[in-house]
């Protein structure tokens, strides 16, 4: 195995609601990275993080899971945590080793009780982090509206980085608004 100096490690801690799709972004973080050859799945049991038979019988995280990827000659480890509030122990322990965090909301339920709390996690400890609005393929995704409770619940300041171009059925791909480039996804997926 390749040997990282510790200056070139990074821990990324993903955090939110239970059901927010943490772990689809964790899985789809190892698959852009080239770490995995498939994007793993909670649904179909291929998930790279919730391999424990509880979690495979609940399709949900139950306790924090580790994987890493190499991005631009960094190592990155990702901590995909438990949504749960039974399990917000782990949101702290995770947080106590992240350099930044993820915050997932989905953009058909907005924030939730879970996402408030993980975020005040983060803020305690002065750990810089960024939302995902995940889930903008699903029955009811409005971006507009989970950006909104973004910005009523988390931080007025939070701005968009990146806008979806459809949603539900049509979500087709998304606007960059840094790079000023539309991106959108292939017929099948890929």
């Known amino acids: 195995m390749k040997r990282y100096d510790t200056t070139d490690i990074r821990n990324i801690v993903i955090v939110g609601q239970r059901g927010s799709g943490k772990t689809s972004l964790a899985e789809a973080m190892l698959f852009s990275a080239g770490r995995t050859t498939r994007l793993g799945s909670v649904d179909d049991n291929t998930s790279n993080f919730d391999t424990e038979p509880e979690e495979i019988k609940r399709c949900s995280t139950i306790h924090t899971a580790v994987a890493w990827a190499e991005w631009k000659k960094k190592k990155i480890n990702i901590l ?5 509030a039974d399990f917000a122990y782990d949101v702290k322990m995770a ?16 924030v939730q009780v879970g996402t408030e709390k993980a975020w005040a996690t983060l803020q305690e400890r002065g750990i810089p982090a960024a939302v995902f ?20 619940s988390l931080s007025r300041q939070a701005a968009p980085l990146q806008v979806p171009i459809g949603s539900e059925q049509d979500f087709k791909g998304i606007v960059d608004l840094v790079s000023q480039k539309a991106y959108l996804f292939s017929e099948d997926g890929k």
């Not at 995909?80 to 749960?84: F, K, N, V």
């Not at 947080?95 to 907005?110: E, I």
């Not at 699903?138 to 973004?150: G, M, P, T, Y």
Request: cysteine-free.
């Open 80 to 84: 995909d945590t438990p949504g749960a």
């Open 95 to 110: 947080a106590k080793v992240a350099g930044a965090g993820v915050v997932v909301v989905s953009a058909t339920d907005g």
């Open 133 to 152: 609005i995940s889930q903008m393929d699903r029955e009811r995704a409005n971006f507009a509206d989970a950006l909104e409770s973004v910005k009523a």
